[in-house]
């Protein structure tokens, strides 16, 4: 694989990429040392820059170039509730099932995904060696642990068999070239990982950014979760989900204000449990631009991409009253022209107003909101589903997600039957959690779809969407980009790429 060359020079610079791009929050310490590898990872400070530097692999998300053929829109587009900008391709190819190996996306996925974890392999090798406070040391290996996971988990869910690459790699490692490991044998790292992650005495929760226990036990949870279903079905794992969540629940707090998902203040607040975090100077997205309609005149933005822009049935798929789909909540459909703020300006579409960042809309057209992975909603509705799978509804599966239900003033669910409240509490992640890379992982994960004319659900391959797009088997998993396949003669294709 490419990629793992020198991989010393490669996990190097990401530590020192972080001086550069990453969030000041994670600039707790300076290190004046130089990078070569034979005097690093010597004390804590070089320790802590170290894995500090794994966190800017989570920017790659919102990688992508000014057609908005970001990852995250790409996994949107998949879901097939979303519409894109007539000029980029990639964006058209994805919507219509028609995308290929070369999909600039795929490869960025790939790409970052194996530096974090070649970065994380390292420090999980060497960390261990350095005299420091052992509790600090403890901390920072749960950190790169749960870390690692997180890519692979990525990685697993979108390419399906992947290399397994656990120990860092050099020019002259026989695994150099890896081939791929069976999905369960990633699954299985990944849950040892995180396994790890939360015996290393990881705050309970964390307002600057980092790992928290709570990150670590609901991304294990939806680990769990996509266990039980497909590919490896293995339902005994809907009670281990439960049962992981469960603890996390009371330690965070929904927002009173749908506002807060997307403002500067309440960053790696309430109910934020994980956030790839941004800031002016340091590191900054185009999430606003990237959801903008297209060249609408507001905000102080250069461009306005209209990269994302959700389908009109998706939106109308709500319940009446739901208050997500009012004015300014989720979704808008007009706002003050910027400049001109007495002349409004009428989208004749219900865009993504979870993603409008009033700060930088108001001021220099640089954004640095975060983006949010892993959210209380969420942890509630796995708790829900899991639960519901085990027992049927019980008073706490309708606890948490009726939690959801009165904030958008909905009315709470109750007498359901299981195969109902399953329904339900889909519908709900579909939803509450819209346009936040879940929807695509559900597919993958119940071969259902969101059939949202008919509010029901249908099977993945034969269920039109409302763009009359019928979701091809092969998208189940992304290909392997044709890079890396002919870099590693090792590497195999999925089938149908």
Known sequence: MKLNRKIYSIALLGALTIGTTGCKKY??????????KGNYFQNAGQAQTF????YTSLYMFQNGDAYGESPFITMELFAGHATSLGQSVNNGNVIN?????????????????????????LAIARIPGITMDETLKKNLLGQAYFLRAFFYYHLVRLYGDVPLVTEPVEVTSPNLYPSRSPVADIYALIVSDLEAAKASGLPTTDQTGKVSLGAVKTLL????????????QKTENYAKAAAEVVDVLPN??????????HDNANKNRGELIFQANYLVGIRDNAIPQLTIPFNQPIGAYGDKLGAMIPTNEFFNSYEAGDKRTEERQFYY??????GNPANVINFGVHALYKYFHVESAASSGISDENWTFLRLPEAQLIYAEATNEVSGPTTEAYAAVNAIRKRANLAPLSGLTKDQFRIAIWKERYHELAYENKAYFDIQRTHQVYDVKANTFGPATSTPNEQNVTFREQYYLWPIPQREIAT??????????
Request: proline share 5%; charged share 10%.
């Open 27 to 36: 600039l707790d310490e300076k290190n004046n040392s130089n990078f070569d």
């Open 51 to 54: 894995v500090n530097g794994i």
């Open 488 to 497: 590693n003669a090792n590497l195999t294709q999925n089938p149908g790429w």
């Open 97 to 121: 099932q028609r995308t290929d190996a070369v999909n600039p996306g795929f490869e960025t996925v790939w790409r970052s995904s194996y530096n974090a974890i070649a970065n994380a392999n």
């Open 333 to 338: 459909s007009s706002y003050p022209q910027y």
């Open 221 to 232: 949870s939806s680990v769990y979760l996509t266990m039980a279903g497909y590919p490896l």
């Open 252 to 261: 965070y707090t929904l927002f009173t204000d749908y506002a807060f998902l």
